[in-house]
């Protein structure tokens, strides 16, 4: 509770979210970098469901994709940090916004599954069944996350 405390009393932490103008951008920079995570994953999700993409390998499409991907959870991390800086001790106890975070974790793990396992999978005569669900656990995870990252302020009224 003291580091939330003093995290959301910090000075920067304060000026940055204390202004209207900085504080729309933030949220406009997590939500661009969310939109850069789940397209570029849901992109490679489909690809390897074999519903998008079929005439690009699998392995091309991962190695243009899979930049955006973690430049959009760069920006969606540290955007995300900052806003919950300004509210540490209600995010602290708040249960939906730690599902959220699970929920991101989860997604982060399949993506980085598939991402390792594309290029043996496209060697393969098809891409196996297991494959193809991983892929769907991934594009799961990744709607769920942001849904309950809209069920946080909505539910809860932090955000």
């Not at 504080?23 to 570029?40: C, K, Q, T």
């Not at 959220?100 to 393969?124: E, H, M, Q, S, T």
Request: glycine share 8%; with cysteine; hydrophobic share 55%.
């Amino acid at each position: 509770m003291g580091f939330s405390l003093w995290l959301q009393r910090n000075a920067f932490v304060v000026w940055v979210n204390g202004s209207v103008v900085t504080a729309s951008s933030l949220e406009i920079i997590h939500y661009v970098g969310f939109f850069m995570v789940v397209g570029a994953t849901a992109i490679m999700d489909l690809r390897v469901m074999g519903v998008a993409a079929k005439r690009q390998s699998a392995t091309q499409l991962a190695e243009q994709v899979f930049p955006w991907m973690w430049t959009g959870l760069v920006l969606a991390t540290i955007s995300g940090f900052l806003m919950y800086a300004s509210d540490a001790t209600e995010y602290l106890h708040n249960s939906i916004f730690h599902q959220k975070l699970y929920l991101c974790a989860l997604g982060i793990i399949f993506a980085v599954i598939v991402r390792r396992n594309v290029p043996k999978w496209d060697k393969l005569p098809a891409i196996p069944g297991g494959a193809k669900f991983i892929a769907l656990v991934s594009l799961v995870l990744w709607v769920a996350t942001i849904l309950w990252g809209v069920d946080v302020p909505a539910l809860t009224g932090v955000g």
